[in-house]
């Protein structure tokens, strides 16, 4: 069964800077099927990215994904103060599990 | 405007049953495929349980199998999650979302949960 593994699990940034998060899948996955999700404190998730580099609506394009087979990766351009949050990648392929990642947290340094 | 509210969440003792559901509005309830994901506090994300748009195939994690059925009335536009047997583990925050398929050119696809709703509270303590 797939397993994806977040890294790293804290990264401390400034406004900015540039973010880069990495999501490696236990085996190959189609990059049809991995996505992101921001969480920020006492709010549900948000979809970013599906199809591992399309951006969902509204999402500002310093926002990108990229990757295929096992390394996907997230990264935010130049972070504002609105993009200090938990990122997860997720897969939902053809067959169950379809497993969220731990998360990668973004928090002010 | 596209929404998911669920409803049901409370505190219950271990071995009991509680009764999840999200009501959808705002689009064709029947044309998606719908999530359960919770989070236990301070932890990360965990998909429970999917259901296909006409509701003929779920699929469970392994942990809530045999004892969490998800299910769906696409005439109401509702969704439900019923949870027998709960565990001290099952205590989380539980999320109804939204899964959308996307079509790009040349035949490629993606997908993710697009609409979420707030969560509703789970605890289950003696």
């Known amino acids: 069964e797939i397993v994806l593994t977040q890294s790293p699990g804290t990264l401390s940034l400034s406004p900015g800077e540039r973010a880069t998060l990495s999501c490696r899948a236990s085996?190959?996955?189609?990059?049809?099927?991995l996505a992101w999700y921001q969480q920020k404190p006492g709010q549900a998730p948000r979809l970013l990215i599906y199809?591992?580099?399309s951006r969902a609506t509204g999402i500002p394009d310093r926002f990108s994904g990229s990757g295929s087979g096992t390394d996907f990766t997230l990264t935010i351009s130049r972070l504002e103060a609105e993009d200090f949050a938990v990122y997860y990648c997720h897969q939902h392929g053809n067959s169950p599990p379809y497993p969220f990642g731990g998360g990668t947290k973004i928090e002010i340094k | 405007q596209v929404q998911l509210v669920e409803s049901g969440g409370g505190v219950v003792q271990p071995g009991r049953s509680l009764r999840l559901s999200c009501a959808a509005s705002g689009f064709t309830f029947r044309s998606y495929a719908m999530y359960w994901v919770r989070q236990i506090p301070g932890k990360g994300l965990e998909w429970v349980a999917v259901?296909?748009?006409?509701?003929?195939?779920?699929y469970y994690e392994d942990s809530v199998k045999g004892r969490f059925t998800i299910s769906r009335d696409n005439s109401k536009s509702t969704l439900w999650l019923q949870m027998n047997s709960l565990r001290a583990e099952d205590t989380a925050v539980y999320y109804c979302?939204?899964?959308?398929?996307?079509?790009?050119?040349?035949?490629?696809?993606?997908?993710?949960?697009?609409?979420w709703g707030q969560g509703t509270t789970v605890t289950v303590s003696s």
């Open positions: 979302a939204r899964f959308e398929t996307y079509y790009y050119g040349s035949g490629r696809t993606g997908n993710g949960m697009d609409v």
């Open positions: 199809g591992a580099s």
């Open positions: 085996q190959s996955v189609s990059s049809s099927f």
């Open positions: 259901i296909s748009k006409d509701g003929s195939s779920t």
